[in-house]
């Protein structure tokens, strides 16, 4: 079930090359619920939360786009960044760690900071609180909870619930109206996906709002859809396998059409099936 929201458009340009991690070329700030705004365009989408003390950001987008978080949360008129949080380690979310950190504490798990720090980045780039299952920040009148799922996305996957905003950052374990990016060399699994997404599922509220990784913002629903999708791909393909079916016959037959509408430019429908066949052949 998707929405119509109008977001508000921020004059800022940008070069969109057409392979880019991204589904827009422009970054727009688009108000969600109380003082909580999801940045969108140009990597992935950023969760704030803007009040009166101050400002925190999920995750900063691809590399060089420092100068346009700021303009954006500029608009919001108020005050300074005082902490980011990255949901995962990847560099659309976290490529602007290198600037931001120079002033300003980043939080993520554990994996996440040996990613980054083994990446090859400069300190500032580096998360500077970790943790491992479950931490609290309390900030602009609510608890901020992250929330670590293992195995999934990636092996440093996060979400953030905002307490009294009703409002859930995903990060990468949600691609709204998208077949997902599971990175099975970082330590995620399509399996491990489906169990988290369950799981977030099973104890959403029904009128909360969703900041996904990538893709418009969402209700619960719509995460249901993903659900739907997460199991019935992955069914149809394992199906085939139990039959000894190669991958490249699995690929050749596709999947069901009531799935096509889920592919795009990254992940594209074979992707998608041969990251299910690699996930479970494991």
Avoid: C
């Avoid at 977001?7 to 619920?33: D, K, N, R, Y």
């Avoid at 092996?155 to 619930?161: H, P």
Wanted: hydrophobic share 40%; net charge negative.
């Amino acid at each position: 079930m998707k929405r119509s929201r109008a977001p508000m458009i921020l004059a800022l340009s940008a070069l969109w090359l057409p392979g880019q991690f991204s589904l827009m070329a422009q970054l727009t700030v688009e108000h969600v619920a109380a003082q909580i705004y999801m940045l969108a365009g140009e990597g992935g989408n950023v969760a704030v939360s803007a009040g009166d003390d101050g400002i925190v950001i999920i995750d900063d987008k691809n590399k060089g786009r420092a100068d346009k978080i700021k303009a954006a949360l500029a608009t919001l008129q108020k005050g300074e960044l005082r902490y980011i949080l990255n949901t995962h380690h990847h560099g659309d979310h976290t490529g602007t760690n290198v600037v931001f950190g120079l002033d300003v504490p980043i939080i993520a798990h554990e994996n996440v900071r040996q990613r980054l720090s083994g990446g090859g980045l400069p300190k500032s780039a580096w998360p500077i609180i970790t943790f491992n299952d479950q931490l609290a920040l309390h900030f602009n009148g609510e608890k901020m909870q992250a929330r670590h799922f293992p195995g999934s996305h990636t092996d440093g996957d996060l979400i953030v619930t905002f307490t009294e905003s009703n409002v859930v950052a995903m990060g990468d374990l949600y691609f709204s109206g998208l077949f997902p990016y599971v990175d099975l060399e970082s330590g995620g699994s399509v399996a491990g996906l489906i169990v988290s997404i369950e799981t977030i599922l099973a104890e959403l509220p029904p009128d909360v709002w969703l900041i996904p990784g990538h893709g418009p913002l969402s209700r619960r629903d719509d995460l249901a859809d993903y659900l739907d999708m997460l199991k019935g791909t992955t069914g149809t393909v394992r199906k085939e396998m139990s039959r000894g079916r190669s991958l490249a016959q699995i690929r050749k037959k596709g999947l069901p059409k009531k799935w096509s509408g889920w592919a795009w430019n990254f992940i594209t429908e074979e992707r998608w099936i041969g990251t299910v066949y690699d996930s479970y052949s494991e």
